[in-house]
């Protein structure tokens, strides 16, 4: 079974502060996400990352950034957490599929995240 | 412009009876995939189907079955005989073929499906 963790199920910062997210999977995943989950908005892209070390932004990159180091590994950082921030966060990841692209994504727990 | 649209926000049945979530999607791509994922509690999003453009046969695993029909444009969701153990929210997304950002899931809104005893 595909297993993505994640490194909090509940986060509690402050505005201001440098806040990060850790995601891991363990299916040698080259594609990981992080996306961003509100009301009626449903999920919404932030970041993609197709191989070590690449990113590509997604809809809403505005006021976050990520690291991928290590193929397993992928981090979203808030640099200056600002309350409307205050989310769920979801990761993902997925293989390529055998025709390019990318192959079913599988989701971790998710974070919820609330800054005040 | 890539859309996904889940009209219903909330829906909510007795056990035992029969629920359609309704999909509708909007891509000018000929290749496309087309997927239906479940939120329980938790909050974990659980992978339930995958369907290529191509492949218009309705598919049934258990009490789920789901009704793709391109000329409609929809991809609709049944669990027939529902229990408590479905209430969830779902989730309908559809992607492009191709790779990096374009090869990014969109997600409708989502509908909430609650299951009373």
């Known amino acids: 079974d595909v297993k993505v963790t994640q490194s909090s199920r509940y986060l509690v910062k402050r505005t201001g502060e440098k806040v990060f997210l850790e995601c891991v999977q363990d299916m040698d995943h080259e594609n990981m996400f992080w996306y961003r989950q509100d009301p009626g908005l449903g999920l919404r892209l932030i970041y993609f990352?197709?191989?070590?070390?690449?990113?590509e932004k997604g809809d809403i990159p505005e006021g976050y950034s990520v690291s991928r180091e290590k193929k397993e590994r992928f981090s979203l950082i808030l640099e200056s957490a600002s309350t409307n921030q205050t989310s769920m966060y979801l990761c993902?990841?997925?293989?390529?599929?055998?025709?390019?692209?990318?192959?079913?994504?599988?989701f971790g727990p998710g974070t919820r995240l609330t800054v005040l | 412009a890539q859309k996904v649209t889940q009209a219903q926000t909330e829906i909510s049945v007795v056990e035992k009876e029969d629920v359609t979530l309704d999909c509708v999607y909007e891509?000018?791509?000929?290749?496309?995939?087309l997927f239906w994922y479940k939120q329980p509690p938790s909050g974990e999003l659980v992978f339930l189907i995958r369907r290529n453009s191509f492949d218009e046969q309705n598919e049934i695993s258990g009490r789920y079955s789901w009704n793709f029909q391109k000329s409609t444009s929809s991809f609709n969701f049944t669990i027939t005989a529902s229990q408590v153990v479905d209430s969830a929210v779902y989730f309908c997304?559809?992607?492009?073929?191709?790779?990096?950002?374009?090869?990014?899931?969109?997600f409708g809104q989502g509908t909430t499906l609650q299951v009373k005893p």
């Open positions: 891509t000018r791509d000929t290749t496309y995939y």
């Open positions: 990352s197709y191989d070590v070390k690449m990113k």
């Open positions: 993902a990841s997925s293989p390529t599929g055998t025709i390019g692209g990318t192959d079913t994504q599988y």
């Open positions: 997304a559809l992607r492009r073929h191709g790779s990096g950002n374009t090869g990014k899931l969109i």
